[in-house]
């Protein structure tokens, strides 16, 4: 019987994935940022890398996933790079384009005219919105499609182009403009769960004050990608059926409303967000095509291409 020790069974990728699962850990405890959910992450991700064929299919989605998460975890290192911030542009565009009863934005009008039912269904969506996309990226692998892999290099796609506006336009949320005004940029104003503080308030719970004491990026509203994560499964759950439109179409409204219920964004947030969404999808597709071509034509018998040997 032949043995094959680990190394075997290595791939160019599996060195990659335990390079990048190495090189976090030490990024993270060199910068003083280094917590228990961060050597989970890179264990299994060089853990999967060497567990086989099998394992390492997961990778072909898990790796921008991956990805996207220790993206968005290292934004406050690149802060430094960001253009002017923005404070009261937002709120006077939103004001003027989207005006609420009264004249002022749609953020400060429900700031004002929440009730329980709306903070627990916006909560709700707000807490879910996340796990929304990796059940249905689950879902596409374990039905082995291939739309596993491009809901996941998307989410990476979308994420980055956000981080990458958050630096050339970094703006303030609809919260921090109620709570310190349209003047000069508090660098030093702490995140805030905004509305979201009345759910966890509902329910005896901390997640979203615990959730949002991670966020090194306090002027990070435009785009919002809350409304862009479920606005994107729409369409990679498209052609499933009525089914699955609806529900979530109706998942994706949701959180789109809940971003301005909840204080955190403005229309043109949202707005933008869902137009991330689509050049997102349209870019991962365009690729996934490109790359589908030469495999086709590998596919293609000897006699359609002209073959008349005998």
């Not at 403009?177 to 966890?200: E, I, M, N, Q, W």
Request: charge should be positive; include cysteine; proline fraction near 6%.
């Amino acid at each position: 019987m032949t043995s094959h020790s680990p190394t075997s069974r290595a791939t160019p990728f599996t060195w990659l994935c335990t390079l990048l699962g190495v090189g976090h850990v030490v990024l993270v405890a060199a910068t003083g940022r280094l917590r228990w959910d961060h050597v989970v992450a890179d264990v299994l991700l060089v853990g999967v890398a060497w567990a086989g064929p099998r394992s390492r299919r997961f990778l072909a989605g898990g790796l921008p996933l991956w990805l996207t998460g220790m993206l968005l975890d290292s934004q406050g290192l690149w802060l430094f790079l960001r253009g002017t911030i923005h404070t009261g542009d937002l709120w006077e565009w939103e004001r003027q384009w989207f005006p609420a009863p009264g004249g002022t934005t749609w953020p400060e009008w429900w700031a004002t005219r929440f009730t329980p039912v709306l903070d627990l269904l916006c909560g709700f969506s707000y807490a879910a919105y996340l796990y929304e996309v990796f059940l249905v990226a689950i879902f596409f692998f374990v039905k082995k499609d291939t739309r596993f892999e491009k809901l996941c290099w998307a989410f990476l796609v979308v994420n980055a182009m956000g981080v990458v506006i958050y630096l050339v336009y970094p703006a303030a949320p609809p919260w921090y403009v109620l709570k310190y005004g349209p003047g000069p940029a508090d660098l030093a104003a702490l995140p805030s769960p905004a509305g979201t503080a009345r759910f966890d308030a509902l329910l005896g719970i901390n997640y979203f004050a615990s959730f949002y004491s991670r966020n090194t990026n306090v002027f990070g509203a435009m785009p919002s990608l809350h409304a862009s994560y479920p606005f994107m499964v729409v369409f990679y759950v498209w052609n499933k059926g009525w089914a699955w439109r609806v529900p979530a179409a109706a998942f994706s409204a949701l959180v789109a409303f809940s971003a301005i219920y909840l204080t955190h964004h403005y229309i043109l947030d949202v707005l933008a967000g869902m137009v991330a969404a689509i050049a997102a999808y349209l870019a991962v597709e365009a690729v996934f095509a490109r790359r589908a071509v030469p495999a086709a034509a590998m596919t293609v018998p000897l006699t359609s291409r002209g073959d008349t040997r005998a």
